[in-house]
């Protein structure tokens, strides 16, 4: 027996050199709590938790918890606020952010996405409530739309990208082109699930618990993580006309997108579904084989759309779509003609889809970002939302004289209005001070090196607003100083102050959103 001492003396120097950097570099004495098996900080974990979507951010966190339930994560916040020697805690789901937002440095990042195999995502129907489904903060919207359309069921609204998990969406708002008609995905939720900063498990809803339910919702994970949701459905329509129209003139592009939302009530049957816009610009590799600006339009027609791009610098394109089933297959044709009745969209510049209601909700593919072979690229983008009444100083001073003049911006351009009477004040989210406003995505790419760029022509859009007296918010926001924050959040900056308090008083969550952790 004596001469196998050496082989197992050799192996367990082997794991303790294997183990002993988890357990030494990890925050003080997570080694000895239960969920240490589920704390990881290989280089694998460390390097999917340090970056994010927008690659333009790096932060090393100490250790990665991939939990086995969401007991894992109440431990791990509990000992955080129990232990002598602070760390932060970042839930991290898709980890879709483009600055940091889902990174904690130095600290613990939880990879929600871990909890997956739960599978929890149940549909159900109350009296008081109508048809549900109890989804977990870990879930993806994908999964959820599979999950209900099994039962003839969907919720109402979506995201234009539905590969994001539910407490990722509902931690920042949730928009897309049903927003004007719905709401935001948080005006969206009967109830939650959530662990709070001080680690404590609370269910909560506009009944229950009411101040911590508005808090999160819209809260960039200031006050807790969300472990569950429950979302409101409604019976899934089966297919959807699907319309792009061209503008030359801004004026009309942004009256008839006014026009097309003010008439909308939830409940009209002869209502618009979505309705969002984009920018086809004279820019980049125009007319080249895979052209996103082209592939919604037919092939004969693109040699007449480039011409008119190269034309006028910028084309503004109004995209609706209208749901339907069986009952209104007889109907639909018809009731989108009394909605464009009176439009003023360049003539013979109308293009109409049939499509599955999963096709168009899916419509922007999931598999890109997993794909090895892709090289990485930066994601530089800036999210505003535009007051109505300064949209057109907006598209004069930004899009005319700052976007086309540098002549850079090559990626998506989103550009859609929203009723304000959809949003609900009592939740953290913010948004303009006016009845109806816009939503501006400038959603660049890049190379990894190559997105500075963009970032300057970010800064000097926003400079233009602030000269310009524009009141722009900040969707997704990235601010720096607390300043900053409390100019964001404007009136509810002190109940946000309150809230952090109440449900995070040692700010522990969140730190990469830099709002009480600006260093």
Known sequence: MAENFPIIAYFMVIIFIYISPLIMSSPPKLQNLPISTTLRNDPDAINQASSDYGNIVKE???????????????????????????????????????????MARDGVVVNMRALEERGNIVVSWSPSLGFFADVGGEQLWGDVLRATLEHGLSPVSWTDYVYLTVGGTLSNAGISGQTFRFGPQINNVFEMDVITGTGDFVTCSPEKNTNLFYAVLGGLGQFGIITRARIPLEPSPKRVKWVRMLYNDFSAFARDQQRLISTNGRKQSNALNYLEGQLLMNQGSLGSPG???????????????????????????????????????????????????????????????????????????????????????????????????????????????????????????????????????????????????????????????????FDAQNKDIL??????????????????????????????????????????????????????NNS
């Open 60 to 102: 090393i966190p100490a250790a990665v918890l991939y939990p086995s339930s969401i007991n894992d994560i109440a431990s791990l916040i509990k000992f955080a606020n129990n232990n002598s020697s602070h760390f932060n805690i970042a839930a991290a789901g898709q980890s879709h952010s483009v600055r940091g937002q889902a």
């Open 463 to 516: 400079q233009f607003c602030y000269d310009a007296g524009i009141k722009v918010k900040q969707y997704l926001p990235n601010h720096k100083t607390k300043e900053e924050w409390e100019k964001h959040f404007g009136i509810k900056w002190r109940t946000v102050l309150e809230r952090k308090a109440l449900f995070d008083p040692k700010m522990i969550l969140s730190p990469g959103q830099r709002i009480f």
């Open 291 to 453: 052209d996103w600006r082209l592939s919604f339009f037919p092939s004969n027609d693109h040699s007449r759309i480039i011409s008119l791009i190269k034309k006028y610098g910028i084309i503004y394109c109004l995209e609706v779509a209208k749901y339907y089933d069986d009952h209104t297959l007889e109907s639909v044709d018809e009731e989108l003609q009394v909605l464009f009745e009176g439009l003023s969209f360049i003539t013979g510049y109308m293009f109409e889809k049939d499509v599955s209601y999963v096709d168009f909700i899916s419509r922007v593919g999931g598999n890109e970002d997993d794909d090895d072979d892709q090289p990485k690229l930066a994601q530089p983008w800036l999210n505003l939302f535009v007051p109505k009444s300064q949209i057109s100083d907006f598209n004069y001073g930004v899009l005319m004289d700052i976007v086309l003049k540098r002549n850079i911006t090559t990626g998506l351009v989103l550009f859609y209005p929203m009723n304000r009477n959809k949003w609900d004040d009592r939740m953290t989210a913010v948004t303009p001070d006016e009845d109806v406003f816009y939503t501006i995505g400038f959603l660049h790419s890049s190379g990894l090196d190559e997105w500075e760029p």
